[in-house]
């Protein structure tokens, strides 16, 4: 039986032994925040929503062409000379032409087009930007919520060492009474089935911790998955001091949810007023400069070379597509859904924080009592322990004061983690949750 003992309190040794770095919250999302597969590809979604968001893409500048050909020909031709009424005849005709030259066009004006355009790709770009925001705070939270369960996990461990170790303690006094008749053999067996059953929690709580442990790994995008890490915190400390109203104001004017949804109302309007600039006549210069040579085989002269500019402007105006009229009914009701989903939202998030600050101020109010109910549990073990050494105290209910020593520790470790999820949550839909990288 101390064999076992020592195996279970051991293996929880290779846990720290092979660290090799203490890791804080704020050192976890560092190096999260640069290694993250997912992270990495949303900054990249967002440099291409930057790239986009130029003027030549938007319209703005002119094209530039330089294009060279070559033709050539071979006829049979028939001439009639109109005074005689001759006829010659020529077969194998052959003619040839050769260009090279530059082309420049450009869209002066396109109804306002080209404006909207660019400030489309420019909301784009910022949209990209808020995209990145949204999923670098959705990381955040995540690893603040992992990192929080890996504390949780180890304090559980250690509830569960302390436990394998009352039951050991136990399991001697009773061992060693039963040798000498104080005690029954079915005291024995019930102290060694209470012992063998802590002694199972521990291995299944070491599983745990080791799952925990793999997901901060994962998180922070660690090549190896199953490095050996230590965490400074041993606690896991409670903000109580948020305050609801202070809450609700930073998420109307911060939360990156609500703040995408405004952009895309301001997207749908654009394209409304893109639609719109089709009722504008449009303006584009085209103009050119080249060279064209021309072989003929039997024309008075055998070749003819020009060199030199071209331009013209053309104006017009689409009297009729067709389409026009659907589409922007189209688009003013995609500004109208857009509206709507954003105030939507804005009562979603309402109705989210509001849950939230309730499960927030009752977890607290549960912490303040499982702590005084620790206190009395404490008590109340050091006394039964008396008890049960003088002999006047059952083993099963011995056990149970033991029980209720470890349901009081396990119920205040779920009330400080659950309260922290809800901190978590509650800086998240505020846009404060990158605090926890300061």
Same mark, same amino acid.
């Given at each position: 039986?101390?064999?076992?003992?020592?195996?279970?309190?051991?293996?929880?040794?290779?846990?720290?032994?092979?660290?090799?770095?203490?890791?804080?919250?704020?050192?976890?999302?560092?190096?999260?925040?640069?290694?993250?597969?997912?992270?990495?590809?949303?900054?990249?979604?967002?440099?291409?929503?930057?790239?986009?968001?130029?003027?030549?893409?938007?319209?703005?500048?002119?094209?530039?062409?330089?294009?060279?050909?070559?033709?050539?020909?071979?006829?049979?031709?028939?001439?009639? %000379?109109?005074?005689?009424? @001759?006829?010659? $005849?020529?077969?194998?005709?052959? #003619?040839?032409?050769?260009? &090279?030259?530059?082309? /420049?066009?450009?869209?002066?004006?396109?109804?306002?087009?080209?404006?909207?355009?660019?400030?489309?790709?420019?909301?784009?770009?910022?949209?990209?930007?808020?995209?990145?925001?949204?999923?670098?705070?959705?990381?955040?939270?995540?690893?603040?919520?992992?990192?929080?369960?890996?504390?949780?996990?180890?304090?559980?461990?250690?509830?569960?060492?302390?436990?394998?170790?009352?039951?050991?303690?136990?399991?001697?006094?009773?061992?060693?009474?039963?040798?000498?008749?104080?005690?029954?053999?079915?005291?024995?067996?019930?102290?060694?089935?209470?012992?063998?059953?802590?002694?199972?929690?521990?291995?299944?709580?070491?599983?745990?911790?080791?799952?925990?442990?793999?997901?901060?790994?994962? %998180?922070?995008?660690?090549? @190896?998955?199953? $490095?050996?890490?230590?965490?400074? #915190?041993?606690?896991?400390? &409670?903000?109580?001091? /948020?305050?609801?109203?202070?809450?609700?104001?930073?998420?109307?004017?911060?939360?990156?949810?609500?703040?995408?949804?405004?952009?895309?109302?301001?997207?749908?309007?654009?394209?409304?007023?893109?639609?719109?600039?089709?009722?504008?006549?449009?303006?584009?210069?085209?103009?050119?400069?080249?060279?064209?040579?021309?072989?003929?085989?039997?024309?008075?002269?055998?070749?003819?070379?020009?060199?030199?500019?071209?331009?013209?402007?053309?104006?017009?105006?689409?009297?009729?597509?067709?389409?026009?009229?659907?589409?922007?009914?189209?688009?003013?009701?995609?500004?109208?859904?857009?509206?709507?989903?954003?105030?939507?939202?804005?009562?979603?998030?309402?109705?989210?924080?509001?849950?939230?600050?309730?499960?927030?101020?009752?977890?607290?109010?549960?912490?303040?009592?499982?702590?005084?109910?620790?206190?009395?549990?404490?008590?109340?073990?050091?006394?039964?322990?008396?008890?049960?050494?003088?002999?006047?105290?059952?083993?099963?209910?011995?056990?149970?004061?033991?029980?209720?020593?470890?349901?009081?520790?396990?119920?205040?470790?779920?009330?400080?983690?659950?309260?922290?999820?809800?901190?978590?949550?509650?800086?998240?839909?505020?846009?404060?949750?990158?605090?926890?990288?300061?």
């Amino acid at each position: 039986m101390k064999r076992l003992f020592y195996i279970l309190t051991c293996c929880s040794l290779p846990l720290m032994a092979q660290a090799q770095e203490v890791y804080t919250l704020k050192s976890c999302l560092e190096n999260g925040l640069q290694n993250n597969y997912s992270l990495r590809i949303t900054q990249n979604t967002e440099q291409i929503s930057k790239n986009n968001a130029t003027l030549g893409n938007a319209g703005y500048l002119p094209t530039l062409d330089l294009s060279a050909g070559y033709k050539g020909t071979i006829d049979n031709t028939e001439s009639k %000379l109109r005074e005689t009424g @001759e006829i010659s $005849k020529e077969n194998g005709v052959f #003619d040839q032409a050769l260009s &090279v030259g530059a082309n /420049l066009n450009w869209t002066l004006f396109d109804g306002f087009n080209i404006t909207t355009n660019y400030k489309r790709l420019k909301e784009l770009e910022r949209q990209g930007a808020t995209n990145t925001r949204i999923a670098i705070e959705d990381f955040v939270a995540g690893m603040a919520a992992e990192y929080y369960n890996f504390v949780q996990q180890k304090i559980r461990l250690k509830n569960f060492r302390y436990a394998t170790s009352l039951s050991k303690e136990r399991l001697r006094i009773v061992e060693e009474r039963y040798h000498i008749g104080n005690f029954s053999r079915l005291d024995y067996q019930q102290a060694k089935v209470d012992f063998n059953s802590d002694s199972a929690k521990y291995m299944k709580q070491q599983e745990l911790l080791n799952t925990s442990r793999i997901r901060l790994n994962e %998180l922070m995008a660690n090549p @190896e998955v199953d $490095k050996r890490i230590r965490i400074k #915190d041993s606690l896991i400390q &409670v903000n109580t001091q /948020l305050t609801f109203d202070e809450l609700w104001n930073a998420t109307l004017a911060t939360n990156a949810v609500l703040l995408k949804a405004e952009q895309n109302t301001r997207l749908a309007q654009l394209d409304y007023k893109s639609i719109q600039s089709r009722n504008y006549p449009y303006l584009k210069l085209n103009t050119g400069y080249g060279y064209t040579l021309n072989k003929y085989d039997i024309s008075p002269n055998s070749r003819r070379s020009n060199l030199g500019f071209n331009g013209g402007l053309t104006l017009g105006f689409t009297i009729f597509d067709g389409n026009r009229r659907r589409e922007r009914k189209n688009a003013d009701i995609a500004i109208k859904n857009s509206r709507l989903q954003q105030e939507e939202l804005e009562l979603t998030l309402q109705a989210d924080i509001s849950n939230l600050w309730q499960a927030y101020r009752n977890n607290l109010e549960m912490l303040k009592l499982e702590r005084q109910n620790l206190v009395a549990a404490k008590e109340n073990y050091e006394i039964a322990m008396e008890r049960y050494l003088l002999g006047n105290l059952s083993g099963i209910e011995m056990r149970e004061a033991q029980k209720s020593l470890l349901d009081a520790e396990e119920r205040i470790l779920s009330a400080e983690y659950d309260t922290k999820l809800c901190e978590i949550s509650l800086l998240q839909i505020s846009g404060n949750v990158l605090s926890y990288m300061q």
